[in-house]
């Protein structure tokens, strides 16, 4: 009897060991089971269609189900970020006008909400490229060639539109040498021929492209104006003894070519290491100068078959002028003007509208300035004006408040601020006439 006691103790001996090796210690117990996994069913979002202006933020509210989901992280995407962009935390800033998908993605689910914007578009030329609606635009796929990076550097000086075709002409850098050329969209740039030719405006009218511009004389000789038709330099008559010295403005009516720029009117080697350039203003028509003398044009602009042309007369000191056909008016300023100038102009329907300014008596700032139709709007104190263009009956002007002037750029729609280009010493200053397009 006693052996079989000591077996049965025995036996209970193992099992309770066993018990406690396989349930762990009082100190050391063994975990629970983790929490079962929960896969993501499907996703919404507060809205499925957005439709704002250009320029204008939208916030989307993703919801995952199942609420307990164990991972409820959301990606956003877009389809277009020329329209619309959206952050990681579905925040939309809608660029351009037209529609863009945004995609919300959960797990393996998907919600999308199409976004429209509405209004026009708005560019902005900058020595680096184009901003669209105050964004900046990468435009190596659109100006794209032997002058991208890492094949050289490319600047833009101006730029035009036609229908979606955009038009810049600017210089690449190629083997540590600038050439001057000019892009069309996605083309590889069209190189001028003379290397120390510099470039300034660009118009395109029945498929020809006219550039204006210089070839540069360095610091032992004046500037030569240059004009080129699809790379074919075109002749400068000079006015009097005065050379060309630049071209800054084109429109071409029908065969007739106009062109607005500079001649050289003296020229000084000061010392070994720089030289005084003395130069006034002319319009050429075809080549043949037919504005000058006490006449200073500044800008040309063609609306349907008249010729509208920009600048100031000297009498003796500048008085902003209107010519229509080279009939010329007189820009009102307010009592007190002493100096005034008229530096673009645009046509929009029956209007006409110009950009200037005026400087009053005892005062050693301008006051920018748009008059439409010889009514004159001033733009907000220290506002300096660089272009401007006119949509409909609305005026976009871009520029700089005085404090900021190279570092902030904005637009003014109708004189009221839209947003404003950071970065902006590099937006166009010293060219600046074709400096905004809208559309």
Not at 53 to 80: C, F, G, H, M, R
Not at 207 to 231: F, M, Q, R, T
Request: hydrophobic fraction near 35%; charge should be negative; include cysteine.
């Amino acid at each position: 009897m006693n052996k079989h006691l000591f077996s049965l103790s025995a036996v209970l001996f193992v099992m309770l060991f066993g018990f406690i090796s396989c349930s762990g210690s009082k100190d050391n117990p063994t975990p629970p089971p983790g929490p079962q996994f929960v896969a993501v069913t499907g996703i919404t979002l507060d809205r499925t269609t957005i439709t704002n202006d250009v320029t204008k933020q939208e916030k989307l509210t993703p919801t995952i189900y199942p609420e307990n989901a164990t991972v409820k992280s959301v990606t956003w995407a877009t389809s277009d970020e020329t329209r619309a962009k959206v952050d990681n935390s579905g925040l939309i800033t809608i660029i351009g006008s037209g529609k863009a998908t945004i995609t919300a993605k959960a797990g393996d689910k998907t919600a999308t909400c199409e976004v429209n914007g509405i209004g026009p578009d708005i560019y902005l030329t900058s020595t680096q490229g184009l901003y669209k609606n105050g964004f900046e635009l990468n435009l190596w796929p659109i100006f794209s060639g032997s002058g991208i990076p890492p094949n050289g550097r490319r600047d833009v000086r101006a730029f035009t539109m036609v229908n979606d075709d955009v038009y810049a002409v600017g210089s690449v850098i190629e083997g540590g040498i600038r050439r001057y050329a000019y892009w069309k969209n996605g083309d590889s740039p069209i190189v001028l021929q003379d290397d120390s030719s510099r470039v300034q405006a660009i118009c395109v009218s029945a498929g020809d492209v006219y550039i204006g511009g210089y070839e540069s004389g360095g610091v032992l000789a004046p500037d030569k104006g240059k004009l080129w038709k699809n790379g074919i330099e075109q002749p400068l008559d000079s006015y009097k003894d005065y050379p060309p010295h630049g071209v800054t403005s084109i429109a071409v009516l029908n065969d007739d070519v106009y062109a607005v720029g500079t001649i050289t009117t003296s020229f000084e080697i000061i010392g070994s290491g720089g030289a005084y350039t003395g130069f006034d203003n002319v319009l050429w028509k075809n080549g043949k100068v037919v504005l000058a003398g006490d006449n200073h044009p500044q800008h040309v602009f063609l609306a349907g078959n008249d010729i509208y042309v920009v600048g100031y007369i000297c009498d003796p000191l500048p008085v902003a002028t209107l010519w229509v056909n080279n009939v010329p008016q007189r820009l009102p300023v307010p009592n007190g003007t002493y100096s005034s100038k008229a530096i673009q102009v645009f046509v929009s329907g029956d209007n006409v509208y110009v950009r200037g300014f005026y400087f009053l008596n005892g005062q050693k700032r301008a006051i920018d300035t748009i008059w439409k139709n010889g009514v004159r709007q001033d733009l907000p104190p220290d506002f300096i004006s660089d272009s401007f263009f006119v949509h409909g009956s609305d005026v976009y002007v871009v520029g700089a408040y005085l404090e900021a002037y190279y570092d902030i750029k904005k637009l003014l729609k109708n004189g009221v601020e839209q947003y404003e280009v950071r970065h902006a010493y590099t937006i166009t200053t010293i060219y600046p006439l074709q400096g905004i397009f809208v559309k």
